[in-house]
């Protein structure tokens, strides 16, 4: 089936410290999203890619479209304990008449006090 | 703008026993989508909603789950009876009827469920 892969599975970080993980599938997907899941809440929304190759920025998190459209990354610069959460990559395919969001597993963001 | 509203936040039951959950979408919001998230994993759809009408029910657990969006606004997910492997966090979403190929949807708190 169409799966998202991300790795690391976790990362334990100090503060300050710049974070990178990406998202990789056997399959071609024309977007790339990345929520973000803080402890009992819902994903919000992180950064979206439309375009191969395509770089965008919202604050101290930065993403990448892959030029394979196989992949996505994901970086944070400076961590802040407020980043401590679940990061998703996650992409629509067309299937059965219908887009559906194909999700990541995730990967777990803690910060070591 | 006040976002998607989920009751009940937490609720244990036995299994066998039944369970149904609540979810108002953003003002506005065409389509709605419940979501099942176990532990450790993504989101995973049940079922999505667009107006009043089921656009993808594949992955709902028929025999044991139900959704219904009467009016196109709010929704209940009905499960009935629930086993252990349940046990997880239901989401519910919405977005514009123009987004869904670009997946930007928008969750609510969610509402987790303990089977025992």
């Known amino acids: 089936g169409q799966q998202l892969n991300q790795s690391p599975q976790s990362m334990f970080i100090q503060e300050g410290e710049d974070v990178s993980m990406n998202c990789t599938s056997s399959?071609?997907?024309?977007?790339w999203l990345w929520y973000k899941q803080d402890p009992g809440e819902g994903p919000v929304l992180l950064i979206a890619?439309?375009?191969a190759g395509e770089l965008t920025s919202n604050g101290r998190l930065t993403a990448q479209f892959g030029i394979t459209r196989k992949d996505s990354f994901l970086n944070i610069s400076a961590s802040i304990p407020s980043d401590v959460g679940i990061y998703f990559c996650a992409g629509p395919r067309f299937m059965d008449s219908n887009y559906q969001l194909i999700w990541g597993a995730g990967t777990k963001l803690i910060i070591k006090p | 703008e006040a976002g998607v509203a989920q009751s009940p936040r937490y609720k244990i039951i036995e299994k066998r026993q039944s369970v149904a959950f609540w979810c108002n979408p953003i003002s506005g919001h065409a389509t709605l989508y419940w979501y099942q998230q176990i532990l450790g994993q993504g989101p995973k759809l049940l079922i999505q909603f667009q107006n009043n009408g089921v656009v993808d029910d594949s992955q709902l657990p028929k025999d044991r789950f139900s959704a219904e969006r009467l009016k196109g606004v709010d929704s209940t997910l009905k499960i009935q009876p629930a086993k252990l492997e349940d046990s997880a966090v239901y989401l519910c979403a919405s977005s514009p009827v123009y987004s869904p190929n670009t997946g930007e949807l928008f969750f609510g708190e969610g509402s987790r469920l303990t089977v025992l």
């Open positions: 890619l439309y375009k």
């Open positions: 399959s071609i997907f024309n977007t």
